[in-house]
Structures are given as structure tokens and as C-alpha cells.
């Protein structure tokens, strides 16, 4: 049995606003992942199969690996596609922000969003949400925004709606911001919503090795590169290091997503709780982090780097060299020593 954990009051304030709207956009945040997309076009699914004239805006492109997802193709990038965008927030009198906690998480469509007098929904999983949502369902303890998007459908008697390919994109979400359940995960009722959307066979194998086990072969060797060369392992600290210049990168012929995962695999290592992952983009160093256990990388991604993002799992920008973000990580090594 699914607690319903969802304000009664909530649910049917949404209920009201979703009587009265006929269009709605969707949006989610920047380099949207599995999460992101899985949410948005799981609901956006939903409300198309209730009648609804529904659209995912999502503010830039979507990641190759990512194409795999039920009607990606659909999706409106704002950065490709502005005056489409623009139109549909304008034309919306409905707009769900999902996966993210503020307007500044989904850049120049935020200043749009922000303009719009359609109400707002947030629905949610990152802490400390913002308050320019009308409604707002933030679950910080929840694996993923997809699983927050089935129970607020349930709740909603809208599970009706559901078919093979919304239960397909609400499982990418669930599996990959856990880890294929092996994070953020460790309580019955996630597998009772899993039970329920294997019944609409969605073909679980496939769906993982397409979100999380397809590689390249020069992606393949980057990360053999990157384990063997390049990560810097702090046994007293608990900590370990990995960075990637943009020469390095164009050695293995780069492509956004080759790293994915990378981050990860320094905590094998039992002596290592945290890991920093170092990628020197075109305009700045992105910053990810994973840690085990109490170690916040939430907390030390918005310190050190005005990031965010879960106890185990953040990341962040650094506007400046890799030299300079490095001696940032000595930092929080001499500040987090042990
Ligand atoms: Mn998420």
C-alpha cells in the first residue's frame, strides 16, 4: 500500500487548476537528465492522453543517450527553438517546473516563465525550493522526481492515464537518479510503484542499457584514461580527485555524456567517501561530486561553488582555470580535513 503522503489540500488545489487548463507547458532543468526528461514527458504523456494541449520546454538540449526516451523528439529546446518557446509559455495557462527548486536553475526560460501568469506547479525531489510556485510538491527524501510525479498522479485518481510509454518514462527517472536502485532507494513502497509500471511491460533491460550501460569505445577509453592517469586518491581524506582538460577530452574525440558515470567509480575504492570530478568545458570547469554515506557534497557544492544538489550527488560551475579549481579542493580538504 502507497502512503498517501501528498497534502489533501495540495492535491485538490491542483486538481482545480488542471480542470481549468486547456494549455499546459512542462519544463525541467538545465542538461536535463533521465529524472528531468522521464518526469516531464511521463506527465506530459498523461495530460495528452486526458485531452490537454501539453508541451515539454526544456531550456537546451537534451543529451544524445538520452534520445532513447518516448517522444523526445517532441521536446521544445529553448535555446533552438525561442519563439516556439516563448509562444507556448505565453499561450500556457498552466506551467509545471519539474526536477529543479528555482527559476535560476532553467536560465533564460526562467526570465520567460517568470513573466508568465499562469499558475505554477514545482513538483519535485532537491531541498530548500524557492517560492515563486503556486503549488508545491517537494519530497527532498524521495529517489526521483518520477517517482513524485506517480504519486502525485495516484493521488489524483489519474493513474488511468498511464500507459506503456509513461510508465517507461517514469521508471528512466526512478532507475537512473538511483542508480538502478541502489541509492535513494531503500524503502518498500519505490517497489511497489516499480511493480506497478513493469505491468505495463516496459522491458526494464533494454531501458537500462540504453540510459545507463551504453558506451562508446573512445568514451570507453577516456574513463579508462581518466581512472588510471588522472584520478588522485586522498586515503586520510577520504577523498579522491578526478580532472579532465579540455585537451585530454579532444584526445578521446569528447562527446557530451562520455563521462557519465565517471564520478561514480572512485567510491569502489573503500578508503574513498567522496569524490570530486573536474571537466574543463568550453567556458568553465563543470564540478560534479558523489559521496557515501553522511558526507554532504550538497553542502560543499554550494559553498565552495554556488552549486547544489542532493547529500550524495551535486555539482556546480567554476568560472576560472582548472589550476584555480583545484586549489578549491584543497580547500575543502583543509576545511573538511578529517
Ligand atoms: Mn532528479
Known amino acids: 500500500m ?3 503522503i ?5 492535491i485538490e488545489q491542483l486538481k482545480q487548476l488542471l480542470k481549468n487548463a486547456r494549455h499546459i507547458v512542462i519544463t525541467c532543468h538545465l542538461s536535463p537528465d533521465g529524472d528531468a526528461l522521464g518526469s516531464t514527458l511521463g506527465l506530459c504523456r498523461v495530460l495528452r492522453n486526458m485531452g490537454k494541449d501539453a508541451h515539454v520546454v526544456v531550456p537546451d538540449q537534451v543529451p544524445r543517450a538520452l534520445m532513447f526516451i518516448p517522444s523526445v523528439r517532441d521536446v521544445v529546446v529553448y535555446t533552438m ?3 516556439r518557446g516563448r509562444f507556448l509559455v505565453r499561450n500556457a495557462d498552466l506551467i509545471f517546473c519539474l526536477d529543479f527548486n528555482t527559476l535560476k536553475r532553467i536560465d533564460k526560460l526562467g526570465e520567460v516563465i517568470e513573466m508568465s501568469n499562469a499558475p505554477r506547479v514545482l513538483i519535485d525531489h532537491h531541498l530548500n525550493p524557492d517560492n515563486v510556485f503556486d503549488v508545491k510538491i517537494s519530497f527532498p527524501h524521495l529517489s526521483s522526481t518520477c517517482e513524485v510525479v506517480y504519486r502525485t498522479l495516484m493521488q489524483m485518481a489519474l493513474l488511468r492515464y498511464v500507459d506503456t510509454e509513461v510508465a517507461q518514462c517514469l521508471y528512466v527517472g526512478m532507475m537512473t537518479d538511483t542508480g538502478n536502485f541502489t541509492y535513494s532507494s531503500d524503502y518498500p513502497e519505490i517497489y511497489e510503484i516499480v511493480a506497478h509500471l513493469v505491468s505495463y511491460r516496459i522491458n526494464k533491460q533494454w531501458l537500462y542499457n540504453m540510459a545507463m550501460n551504453t558506451f562508446s569505445a573512445d568514451s570507453l577509453r577516456l574513463q579508462g584514461y581518466a581512472l588510471s592517469e588522472k584520478m588522485q586518491v586522498f586515503p586520510e581524506a577520504g577523498a579522491a580527485l578526478i580532472t579532465l582538460t579540455r585537451e585530454e577530452l579532444e584526445r578521446f574525440n569528447y562527446r557530451e555524456g562520455d563521462t557519465e558515470g565517471l564520478v561514480d567509480k572512485p567510491l569502489c575504492a573503500p578508503e574513498v567517501q567522496w569524490v570530486m570530478f573536474l571537466r574543463e568545458d568550453a567556458d568553465q570547469i563543470n564540478v560534479a561530486c558523489r559521496s557515501e554515506g553522511d558526507f ?4 560543499i557544492c554550494s559553498r565552495y561553488f554556488g552549486g ?3 547529500k550524495n550527488a551535486a555539482g556546480g560551475d567554476f568560472k576560472g582555470t582548472m589550476e584555480e579549481a583545484v586549489e ?3 580547500r575543502v580538504l583543509a576545511d573538511y580535513g578529517n
Open 328 to 330: 578549491v579542493f584543497h
Open 6 to 10: 501528498i497534502d489533501s489540500r495540495v
Open 2 to 4: 502507497i502512503e498517501p
Open 308 to 310: 547544489g544538489g542532493h
Open 296 to 299: 554532504s557534497v550538497s553542502e
Open 81 to 83: 527553438a525561442q519563439l
